[in-house]
């Protein structure tokens, strides 16, 4: 039993304070996009300090070795701002977010752990270096060593089972005279399976490629790249381009991927590899991200400057045949949303979700570009998905929480920074040297 009670003062002043910033934060926002930013007064200050958030965690601590992890988040919101210290000493990124189903999440965990979350609060930990899930949610892809198995479903019967690519495949031969330790794959930092398993995207550090029942083909880099990026060489000097900021994804069809880094313009190409558009980076400079809506009916493309960033929305039977050199505008990229630059994204009832630089998951109606609602969670926003009934959301993000978010609740929080009325269910929490909290 956890004697609550030693702790009352606290958790009052706690709650207290909390409450009182989420509101006048929220009350600050609301004025600032109806009335404008210039009429929205000065922004709120956070009253709660480091050494508050020490002791607050310290409680946290205790109550899920005392296994009274429950009782928790009715006592303690959550919070982001005072634990900013303490994250940058601890914090355990988690990335990759997929539902399997409306009660169980896949994530990766720091660098090369993947867990199982559920939102009653257990985990465990998964048998695999990576994993992805598909868009209907029916096979999983999980890294075995140096290949990649897809099943049906978690743990279901095993669909296909591809090598990975050595990572020296479809270099251009000025390519070929590199160092061979300079050609390999790299950390695999995602994996999504297409339609019935036949075949797997993988974003690794050195491209995105397709597996499937023939030869890895890598998509991105693509020849023109390679070629535009070997035109800065010295005499007698050979390097490989940089591949920050690299993306990819699959659209729902299977038939499409959108990839890019940040010296690249946006480019789609079809799983044969042909590059089916090229265009952009549009009102900003480097491609960070891209997306697709489950009805094939958008695509959406991030890029950004510093932690800003620009969003431009395609409608899909207008994609095929994009080209434009970088920064010119074109009638059938529109703008989705500006401002924040993107790290992930989802899909809810029309709307693209975007997971930010700077906490915020923000839902822009795809047809509109209106701004639907905001949810803050806290730090880097790095996964993001919604559950296949739409009642729930997952947030990760790099401070090492992971939220369930009950997107059907009727009254907002007032402990939750936000325009919507949605309610964080249960929050992890993975810190170094600290075993898994509930909150």
Same mark, same amino acid.
């Given at each position: 039993?956890?004697?609550?009670?030693?702790?009352?003062a606290l958790e009052e002043r706690w709650? !207290?304070?909390?409450?009182?910033?989420?509101?006048?934060?929220?009350?600050?926002?609301?004025?600032?996009?109806?009335?404008?930013?210039?009429?929205?007064?000065?922004? %709120?200050?956070?009253?709660?300090?480091?050494?508050?958030?020490?002791?607050?965690?310290?409680?946290?601590?205790? /109550?899920?070795?005392?296994?009274?992890?429950?009782?928790?988040?009715?006592?303690?919101?959550?919070?982001?701002?005072?634990?900013?210290?303490?994250?940058?000493?601890? /914090?355990?990124?988690? #990335?990759?977010?997929?539902?399997?189903d409306d009660d169980r999440v896949v994530?990766?965990?720091? *660098? $090369?752990?993947?867990?199982?979350?559920? &939102?009653?609060?257990?985990?465990?930990?998964?048998?695999?270096?990576?994993?992805?899930? !598909?868009?209907?949610?029916?096979?999983?892809?999980? +890294?075995?060593?140096?290949?990649?198995?897809?099943?049906?479903?978690?743990?279901?019967?095993?669909?296909?089972? $591809?090598?990975? @690519?050595?990572?020296?495949?479809?270099? @251009?031969?000025?390519?070929?005279?590199?160092?061979?330790?300079?050609?390999?794959?790299?950390?695999?930092?995602?994996?999504?399976? $297409?339609?019935?398993?036949?075949?797997?995207?993988?974003?690794?550090?050195? *491209?995105?490629?397709? +597996? !499937?029942?023939?030869?890895?083909?890598?998509? $991105? @880099?693509?020849?023109? =790249?390679?070629?535009?990026?070997?035109?800065?060489?010295?005499?007698?000097?050979?390097?490989? %381009?940089?591949?920050?900021?690299?993306?990819?994804?699959?659209?729902?069809? *299977?038939?499409?991927?959108?990839?890019?880094?940040?010296?690249?313009?946006?480019? &789609?190409?079809?799983?044969?590899?042909?590059?089916?558009?090229?265009?952009?980076?549009?009102?900003?400079?480097?491609?960070?991200?891209?997306?697709?809506? @489950?009805?094939?009916?958008?695509?959406?493309?991030? #890029?950004?400057?510093?932690?800003?960033?620009?969003?431009?929305?395609?409608?899909?039977?207008?994609?095929?045949?994009?080209?434009?050199?970088?920064?010119?505008?074109?009638?059938?990229?529109?703008?989705?949303? !500006?401002?924040?630059?993107?790290?992930?994204?989802?899909?809810?009832?029309? /709307?693209?979700?975007?997971?930010?630089?700077?906490?915020?998951?923000?839902?822009?109606?795809?047809?509109?570009?209106?701004?639907?609602?905001?949810? =803050?969670?806290?730090?880097?926003?790095? *996964?993001v998905d919604v559950s296949p009934s739409?009642?729930?959301?997952?947030?990760?993000?790099?401070?090492?929480?992971?939220?369930?978010?009950?997107?059907?609740?009727?009254?907002?929080? %007032?402990?939750?920074?936000?325009?919507?009325?949605?309610?964080?269910?249960?929050?992890?929490?993975?810190?170094?040297?600290?075993? +898994?909290?509930?909150?």
């Open positions: 039993m956890f004697d609550w009670s030693s702790h009352a709650r !207290s304070l909390t409450g009182q910033y989420v509101g006048d934060l929220n009350a600050y926002v609301k004025r600032g996009e109806e009335e404008g930013w210039d009429n929205a007064g000065n922004e %709120p200050t956070d009253q709660r300090d480091e050494a508050l958030g020490r002791q607050v965690i310290e409680v946290v601590r205790a /109550a899920n070795e005392a296994g009274a992890w429950k009782e928790l988040r009715e006592r303690y919101p959550t919070a982001h701002a005072p634990l900013i210290p303490l994250l940058e000493e601890k /914090a355990i990124g988690i #990335s990759n977010a997929f539902f399997l994530a990766h965990v720091g *660098g $090369f752990e993947v867990r199982l979350f559920h &939102v009653d609060g257990s985990s465990e930990v998964l048998d695999t270096q990576a994993a992805g899930v !598909s868009w209907d949610r029916a096979h999983v892809a999980m +890294l075995k060593e140096d290949a990649v198995v897809v099943t049906e479903g978690l743990g279901g019967a095993e669909v296909s089972r $591809f090598d990975l @690519p050595k990572g020296n495949e479809g270099l @251009p031969e000025a390519y070929t005279a590199l160092d061979p330790e300079e050609l390999g794959l790299g950390r695999v930092e995602r994996l999504r399976p $297409f339609r019935k398993g036949k075949a797997v995207l993988v974003v690794a550090e050195s *491209g995105v490629w397709v +597996l !499937s029942g023939r030869d890895p083909k890598r998509i $991105f @880099p693509d020849e023109a =790249f390679f070629a535009d990026q070997a035109e800065d060489w010295e005499e007698g000097e050979a390097y490989l %381009p940089n591949l920050s900021m690299l993306h990819g994804e699959v659209s729902p069809d *299977g038939k499409l991927i959108a990839a890019g880094s940040q010296d690249s313009q946006h480019v &789609v190409a079809k799983r044969s590899g042909e590059v089916v558009a090229r265009f952009g980076p549009i009102w900003s400079e480097y491609p960070h991200h891209a997306g697709f809506s @489950p009805d094939n009916k958008w695509a959406f493309f991030n #890029s950004c400057h510093f932690y800003n960033g620009e969003s431009v929305k395609v409608r899909r039977r207008h994609l095929e045949g994009l080209f434009a050199d970088g920064y010119e505008e074109h009638d059938h990229a529109e703008s989705l949303s !500006s401002g924040p630059r993107v790290y992930c994204s989802a899909w809810h009832e029309g /709307a693209f979700l975007l997971g930010t630089s700077p906490g915020y998951v923000i839902a822009v109606d795809a047809e509109t570009s209106a701004l639907r609602f905001r949810h =803050f969670v806290g730090s880097t926003v790095n *996964g739409g009642q729930r959301m997952v947030v990760s993000t790099y401070a090492g929480f992971l939220s369930f978010v009950d997107l059907a609740a009727e009254t907002p929080d %007032p402990f939750v920074i936000g325009t919507g009325s949605h309610r964080e269910m249960i929050r992890f929490v993975r810190w170094r040297d600290e075993p +898994l909290w509930r909150w």
